[in-house]
């Protein structure tokens, strides 16, 4: 029996490289009540006919062009295609189990706001790291989501439950209603302005038990691992929308502790600005990270925003953040390149 049709989402850019690994481990589901919608967001290699020819040999895959526009509007033009009454998202350069969609699927009760999790590999030339949700596995109702998941989900150091809107199976009324929040122009953490709310409104939260059947490809040359000069704008932009995300979701006291848990949240945010220049910017890496550290509202965030940070890499970053100054920028600086020399 499968009695919910499951719609699989694909942007896809540029992937050619990846996508026939990607789109395989898709068609190829022991689950059969599925449609894949493949969006090619304006590549300019063959990811656009590659498209086209999974839809000619499959029923199921459905082949969506059009003008580049980024990863959100990729996704957000997917979801409009679909039909499915659950929603499941792949990266184009990722692939899954091939009995993932089945083995989740077992656990969906067919209600309009509810979300089933599972863990991923992260798939590096060396082999693959496994990363498991802090959330002990089980199911979660209403009232265990609002006492126990939503209270963790910002300002921790490891997530609580993963943001990424990948490897999970969402009510596709918790995807409609919430991807309002979600901003093409954000290009960094951008699974947090539709998982977030998601999982706030989510009233049955089903978490797998340490079943990593999504496999994260790790590319060195990707977006994410490169240099990106305009991150610490990207990340001011997205604070900006996820203290609107928790206006709009709380009220009175809970919604004052949950603004707090964003500031926390901002921290380990601005770490990741701090550890891109320190990486990627050869040349420019310690006036950058002095002015953004030395600002008044770094400066202010920092003293009033108390984090725990346990990770090794974290704590330099941290110290950083607390005390700018040319030694322990250098001192950053070489770390990173030490560090991103063995990866």
Same mark, same amino acid.
């Given at each position: 029996?499968?009695?919910?049709?499951?719609?699989?989402?694909?942007?896809?850019?540029? #992937?050619?490289?990846?996508?026939?690994?990607?789109?395989?481990?898709?068609?190829?589901?022991?689950?059969?009540?599925?449609?894949?919608?493949?969006?090619?967001?304006?590549?300019?290699?063959?990811?656009?006919?590659?498209?086209?020819?999974?839809?000619?040999?499959?029923?199921?895959?459905?082949?969506?062009?059009?003008?580049?526009?980024?990863?959100?509007?990729?996704?957000?033009?997917? @979801?409009?295609?679909?039909?499915?009454?659950?929603?499941?998202?792949?990266?184009?350069?990722?692939?899954?189990?091939?009995?993932?969609?089945?083995?989740? #699927?077992?656990?969906?009760?067919?209600?309009?706001?509810?979300?089933?999790?599972?863990?991923?590999?992260?798939?590096?030339?060396?082999?693959?790291?496994?990363?498991?949700?802090?959330?002990?596995?089980?199911?979660?109702?209403?009232?265990?989501?609002?006492?126990?998941?939503?209270?963790?989900?910002?300002?921790?150091?490891?997530?609580?439950?993963?943001?990424?809107?990948?490897?999970?199976?969402?009510?596709?009324?918790?995807?409609?209603?919430?991807? $309002?929040?979600?901003?093409?122009?954000?290009?960094?953490?951008?699974?947090?302005?539709?998982?977030?709310?998601?999982?706030?409104?989510?009233?049955?939260?089903?978490?797998?038990?340490?079943?990593?059947?999504?496999?994260?490809?790790?590319?060195?040359?990707?977006?994410?691992?490169?240099?990106?000069?305009?991150?610490?704008?990207?990340?001011?932009?997205?604070?900006?929308?996820? $203290?609107?995300?928790?206006?709009?979701?709380? #009220?009175?006291?809970? $919604?004052?502790?949950?603004?707090?848990?964003?500031?926390?949240?901002?921290?380990?945010?601005?770490?990741?600005?701090?550890?891109?220049? #320190?990486?990627?910017?050869?040349?420019?890496?310690?006036?950058?990270?002095?002015?953004?550290?030395?600002?008044?509202?770094?400066?202010?965030?920092?003293?009033?925003?108390?984090?725990? @940070?346990?990770?090794?890499?974290? $704590?330099?970053?941290?110290?950083?953040?607390?005390?700018?100054?040319?030694?322990? @920028?250098?001192?950053?600086?070489?770390?990173?390149?030490?560090?991103?020399?063995?990866?």
């Amino acid at each position: 029996m499968e009695p919910y049709k499951i719609s699989i989402i694909v942007p896809v850019y540029n #992937a050619e490289n990846y996508l026939k690994k990607c789109v395989d481990s898709l068609v190829n589901q022991t689950y059969r009540n599925l449609e894949i919608v493949l969006v090619d967001d304006g590549s300019g290699d063959s990811s656009g006919r590659l498209c086209d020819e999974y839809a000619k040999e499959d029923s199921r895959v459905l082949a969506v062009h059009k003008q580049n526009g980024g990863l959100v509007s990729a996704w957000k033009r997917g @979801v409009s295609e679909s039909s499915g009454q659950f929603l499941c998202f792949a990266d184009s350069d990722d692939w899954v189990d091939l009995t993932m969609i089945e083995e989740m #699927a077992a656990h969906l009760t067919g209600q309009e706001r509810e979300i089933v999790a599972s863990d991923y590999v992260i798939e590096r030339q060396e082999g693959g790291e496994f990363v498991w949700q802090q959330l002990s596995p089980g199911e979660y109702l209403e009232q265990d989501v609002r006492e126990k998941v939503i209270p963790n989900l910002l300002g921790r150091e490891r997530r609580y439950v993963t943001i990424s809107r990948c490897m999970k199976l969402i009510g596709r009324k918790l995807v409609e209603e919430n991807q $309002k929040y979600s901003d093409p122009s954000v290009v960094m953490g951008e699974d947090m302005m539709l998982m977030l709310p998601s999982l706030i409104d989510c009233k049955r939260l089903f978490v797998m038990d340490h079943k990593a059947y999504y496999h994260y490809r790790y590319v060195r040359e990707s977006m994410v691992h490169k240099y990106d000069m305009g991150m610490y704008e990207n990340i001011r932009k997205l604070v900006k929308i996820t $203290k609107g995300i928790v206006e709009d979701k709380f #009220a009175g006291e809970v $919604k004052e502790m949950r603004l707090k848990q964003v500031d926390q949240e901002t921290v380990f945010w601005m770490m990741l600005v701090l550890k891109n220049e #320190a990486r990627g910017n050869r040349k420019g890496y310690r006036r950058n990270i002095l002015a953004i550290c030395r600002s008044e509202e770094i400066r202010s965030l920092v003293r009033s925003t108390p984090v725990t @940070v346990e990770e090794t890499s974290n $704590k330099l970053l941290y110290l950083v953040m607390r005390h700018p100054g040319h030694f322990t @920028v250098s001192l950053l600086r070489a770390a990173m390149i030490w560090y991103y020399r063995k990866r």
